[in-house]
C-alpha cells in the first residue's frame, strides 16, 4: 500500500503572527499583566500599582490641554547640517529616519493652549525625535516660546524629556543653553510664570539649562533627572553613588525639585499652580507689589 502524499505547508512559519499580540502588556513595576488598553486609558499609569510608564507629546496634550487643542507655533522650522556631520549616516540621513519614525519635523512642540480655561504658552519635548535632543532648531523654538509668552503676557507650561544636547551639532547645540536662559530670564522679568515638568529622562544640556529654573519644578515619580548619567559619574569620582541617586525622590529630598506629582494629578496641580502665580504676575503688572528683580513679588505697598 502506498504511503499517502505529504501536503506541503500553505505558508512560512517565520510569517505567522501571534494572536492578540499587543493586547496585553505586563507592567515594569508590579509584573501584573494587564491589558493594553487599561494602560491606554489610564495615560499609561499602571492601574495596580501606579508606575509610570513613558507618555508621549500627544498623550500628554491630550491629559493636560482642554480638547487636547494646540495652536501650533513655528512648526516649521527644520534642522540644517552646518558641520556636516558623519556617524556611519550622515546628519540629513538621521533627521530624516527620525522624523519617518516620529512623524515630527523636530524634537518639540511649542504653541499656545488653554489649560482649565487658562491660555497658556505650552511646549513639550518628543523623545521619540533623537531622544530629545536639543540642537539649533529646539532651541530657538524654546527660546521663541518665552519670547512670545513675554510679549503675549502668557504663562510657560514646558514639558522636559530629553537625552541633553545633539550631538551631530557640536558646539552649536551647547550654545542653546545660554540663549535659551536668556529669553527665560527675560519672561522672568516681566513677572510671568514658568511651570517646569520634568519627565523621565530629563538630562544633559536640558537639565543643566532651563530645565530647573522654573517659578515651580515639577516632576513625575521616579523620573530620571541630572546632568550626566550615574554610570558615567561613578566611573569620574570611583565612587559608589547612593540608591536612587537622580531619581524624583531624592531629589525632592535634596531641595532640586518642589513638588512629585502623579501624572493623573498633573493637571490639576499645574491649574493650581497657575492661578497662585497669575496673581503674583496680576499685581505686578498693576504696580501693586514690589518685585525683586526677577518678577517675583516680595510685598505689597503696604506691607501685607
Same mark, same amino acid.
Given at each position: 500500500?502506498?504511503?499517502?502524499?505529504?501536503?506541503?505547508?500553505?505558508?512560512?512559519?517565520?510569517?505567522?503572527?501571534?494572536?492578540?499580540?499587543?493586547?496585553?502588556?505586563?507592567?515594569?513595576?508590579?509584573?501584573?499583566?494587564?491589558?493594553?488598553?487599561?494602560?491606554?486609558?489610564?495615560?499609561?499609569?499602571?492601574?495596580?500599582? !501606579?508606575?509610570?510608564?513613558?507618555?508621549?507629546?500627544?498623550?500628554?496634550?491630550?491629559?493636560?490641554?482642554? /480638547?487636547?487643542?494646540?495652536?501650533?507655533?513655528?512648526?516649521?522650522?527644520?534642522?540644517?547640517?552646518?558641520?556636516?556631520? $558623519?556617524?556611519?549616516?550622515?546628519?540629513?540621513?538621521?533627521?530624516?529616519?527620525?522624523?519617518?519614525?516620529?512623524?515630527?519635523?523636530?524634537?518639540? =512642540?511649542?504653541?499656545?493652549?488653554?489649560?482649565?480655561?487658562?491660555?497658556?504658552?505650552?511646549?513639550?519635548?518628543?523623545?521619540?525625535?533623537?531622544?530629545?535632543?536639543? !540642537?539649533?532648531?529646539?532651541?530657538?523654538?524654546?527660546?521663541?516660546?518665552f519670547e512670545r509668552a513675554t510679549r503675549e503676557?502668557?504663562? $510657560?507650561?514646558?514639558?522636559?524629556?530629553?537625552?541633553?544636547?545633539?550631538? =551631530?551639532?557640536?558646539?552649536?547645540?551647547?550654545? =542653546?543653553? #545660554?540663549?535659551?536662559? #536668556?529669553?527665560? +530670564? @527675560?519672561?522672568? /522679568?516681566?513677572?510671568?510664570?514658568?511651570?517646569?515638568?520634568?519627565?523621565?529622562?530629563?538630562?544633559?544640556?536640558?537639565?543643566?539649562?532651563?530645565?530647573?529654573?522654573?517659578? $515651580?519644578?515639577? #516632576? +513625575?515619580?521616579?523620573?530620571?533627572?541630572?546632568?550626566?548619567?550615574?554610570?558615567?559619574?561613578?566611573?569620574?569620582?570611583?565612587?559608589?553613588?547612593?540608591?536612587?541617586? =537622580?531619581?524624583?525622590?531624592?531629589?525632592?529630598?535634596?531641595?532640586?525639585? /518642589?513638588?512629585?506629582?502623579?501624572?493623573?494629578?498633573?493637571?490639576?496641580?499645574?491649574?493650581?499652580?497657575?492661578?497662585?502665580?497669575?496673581?503674583?504676575?496680576?499685581?505686578?503688572?498693576?504696580?501693586?507689589?514690589?518685585?525683586?528683580? @526677577?518678577?517675583?513679588?516680595?510685598?505689597?505697598?503696604?506691607?501685607?
Open positions: 500500500m502506498p504511503w499517502p502524499e505529504k501536503k506541503p505547508p500553505e505558508s512560512d512559519a517565520a510569517g505567522k503572527k501571534t494572536l492578540g499580540k499587543g493586547v496585553f502588556r505586563k507592567c515594569d513595576g508590579c509584573g501584573e499583566t494587564l491589558p493594553s488598553d487599561a494602560f491606554a486609558a489610564n495615560f499609561e499609569v499602571c492601574p495596580q500599582c !501606579g508606575k509610570h510608564h513613558k507618555l508621549g507629546a500627544a498623550g500628554w496634550r491630550e491629559l493636560l490641554l482642554d /480638547d487636547g487643542a494646540l495652536e501650533e507655533w513655528d512648526a516649521h522650522l527644520q534642522p540644517a547640517d552646518p558641520l556636516e556631520f $558623519v556617524d556611519g549616516k550622515t546628519y540629513p540621513q538621521r533627521i530624516a529616519a527620525a522624523q519617518a519614525s516620529s512623524h515630527a519635523r523636530e524634537a518639540i =512642540q511649542i504653541g499656545r493652549a488653554h489649560l482649565d480655561g487658562r491660555p497658556i504658552a505650552w511646549g513639550a519635548f518628543l523623545f521619540a525625535f533623537m531622544g530629545g535632543s536639543m !540642537g539649533s532648531v529646539v532651541g530657538e523654538k524654546i527660546a521663541r516660546l503676557r502668557l504663562a $510657560v507650561v514646558l514639558l522636559q524629556a530629553s537625552g541633553g544636547a545633539r550631538m =551631530q551639532e557640536g558646539i552649536l547645540s551647547l550654545m =542653546q543653553m #545660554a540663549k535659551t536662559v #536668556a529669553a527665560l +530670564e @527675560r519672561l522672568k /522679568d516681566a513677572g510671568l510664570p514658568f511651570l517646569s515638568v520634568l519627565l523621565y529622562p530629563t538630562t544633559g544640556g536640558v537639565a543643566a539649562s532651563f530645565a530647573l529654573l522654573g517659578d $515651580v519644578n515639577l #516632576a +513625575e515619580p521616579e523620573a530620571l533627572i541630572g546632568f550626566a548619567g550615574p554610570r558615567v559619574i561613578e566611573s569620574t569620582i570611583r565612587q559608589t553613588l547612593p540608591e536612587g541617586f =537622580q531619581r524624583s525622590e531624592f531629589l525632592l529630598s535634596h531641595g532640586m525639585i /518642589d513638588r512629585i506629582v502623579s501624572r493623573l494629578q498633573m493637571k490639576r496641580e499645574i491649574s493650581i499652580l497657575l492661578g497662585h502665580l497669575a496673581r503674583r504676575s496680576d499685581d505686578r503688572a498693576n504696580g501693586t507689589g514690589l518685585s525683586d528683580g @526677577r518678577g517675583h513679588t516680595l510685598r505689597s505697598p503696604t506691607g501685607g
